[in-house]
């Protein structure tokens, strides 16, 4: 496979992680993913050619990378038109995305890992709502009834508990190891483009 084949596959596997399209969702919208799926094909495109392949509204579009220009992720440039208007036509840093997510992925697994070691040997309680979490002490204090909704506090089985978490951590791990090989292999074309 060429460079070019193997640069699109990177783009396509990062695209396709769970976890990625989540944390786009999360720090620029739902339509976030949307757009950056658009340059996994194309670069260097205007917010009305996004807009139109997208058939969204361009405040949506402009404001979505906004939000990932904020973050370091779409990057533009002003070009000047016939008419003498600027144009904006933005970038996407796809190494950048990685970056981020590989932060989020390590802040992941030391908030698991407190976890683990906060759970390991105390009795934790919950709502079946899903209101609250909290240790034995704490649902004593509230009679074993949830402060939020009234219902009666249910222990948690930490055995089971633990071993979720203890997934969750592994994965993530695996997750990191992929995000890494990706980083290793992806460059990004960016230069005369304005990033942060």
Known sequence: MNKTGTLNKLKKDILNDK???QFLEQIAGPVAPDI???YGKDSAL????IS???KTKITSVRSTLNSLHYRGIACYKKVKNNQNLFEFFWEIKFKKIIELVLET???NIKKLEEQINLQQDRDYFFCPKKCIEAPFEVA???DFKCPNC???LEMINTKTHISSLKRKKQLAHKNIEKLNNILENIEDKTSGYICE
């Open 140 to 142: 004593a204090a509230y």
């Open 46 to 49: 205007s917010p009305e050619d």
């Open 52 to 54: 139109n392949k997208l």
């Open 36 to 38: 950056i799926k658009i």
């Open 19 to 21: 976890i990625t399209t």
């Open 105 to 107: 992925e390590i802040e």
């Open 150 to 152: 009234g219902k009666n």
